[in-house]
């Protein structure tokens, strides 16, 4: 029963065929050939962004931290969520990359940035010595499993853009959001005013790619120096373009996606029948965040369920423990009625 995460899923067949026909023969080093320039024009296409600067990296840490420092100064704030990604889980990746930016938290509701509160934060800087308006950065879908609907995109890249800030979007679950909202990747991002995107890959069924979309590309230069000195320059480039031209064939990533979401709702609408099971948030995409008694989660453990278990499974028997399950792609229906058979003891 593997809800651990959707990185735990396997890579799709068709990306592992990519590899193998990318792995013919030789091929100049660090971008200089067919795939990458493949790959790229199908990013700008799936976008509707024809000018958009688009690179490869191998992880979202690297994605959010070079994206980000190419935004930003280093005396600058970065506003984001308590629970973003880029505040919790890349060991300062982003104030690293930028030398300084100060990550700046702003209040949120389960996982959703607030605009009132990123509105008062924002009238908090100004002073010589404080920090400077930098940019703003949120996540789609939210580390929490919900999502921002366009019209909250759109709002908070006002504000940001009001003070002179783009709005970066985490999006390392991209497409589930995009297929849930059934929406375009152009209307999810430039179209909301999203100024840079990390499209994620890794988490829906690649080997290890994740797309960084400047779709003013002013700053492409910048980028590709930070890329360098930071050690993401590929030479063997054609491996990860290989991926995510693969995934933006014939809707793969959509397909992919989808799945991964239709296994989610399943579980919730499993999970839903169990009196006992409460949802902390209301699962929108392919992340659940669900309480329940610490006997069940005993039970789960014992028979080798992997997910993200907020407790210990020593105490008392009744008392609630947090979970977050995430299904990937590939999740087959029967290990999730086998995870929901467990409550029935
Ligand atoms: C997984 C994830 C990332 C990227 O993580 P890496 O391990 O660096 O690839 C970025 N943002 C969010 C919200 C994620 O869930």
Known sequence: MRFASD???????????????????????????????????RVRDVFEAPEAAVYFVATGTAANALALATLTRPFDAIFCTPEAHIEEDECNAPEFYTGGAKLTLVDSHHGLMRADALTSAIGKLGSLHGPQPGAVSITQVTERGTLYTLDQIAELARIAHNANMPLHL???????????????????????????????????????????????????????????????????????????????????????????????????????QIDRVRFDHAPQANMLYVSFPRADHQRLHNDGAQYDCKGTLDGPPDEMIGARLVCDWSMPDHLIQQFLDHFDG
């Not at 990306?15 to 790959?39: C, F, H, K, S």
């Not at 100024?195 to 980028?223: C, H, R, Y």
């Open 7 to 41: 990185n735990a899923g396997p890579v799709h067949p068709a990306v592992m065929d990519a590899l193998v026909q990318a792995n013919q023969g030789w091929a100049l080093p660090y971008g200089n050939e067919d795939i990458t320039e493949r790959a790229c024009a």
């Open 170 to 272: 985490d999006g390392a679950r991209f497409a589930n959001a995009c297929s849930v909202l059934g929406c375009t990747a152009a209307e999810m991002s430039w179209k909301a005013g999203v100024d840079a995107v990390s499209f994620g890959g890794t988490k829906n069924g690649l080997m290890g790619v994740e797309a960084v979309i400047l779709f003013n590309p002013e700053k492409a230069w910048q980028f590709e120096l930070r890329r360098k000195r930071g050690g993401h320059l590929f030479s063997k480039k054609r491996f990860l373009a290989a991926q995510m031209d693969a995934y933006l064939t014939d809707g793969l990533w959509l397909d992919m996606a989808a799945q991964a979401n239709a296994a989610a709702a399943k579980l919730t609408a499993g999970l839903k």
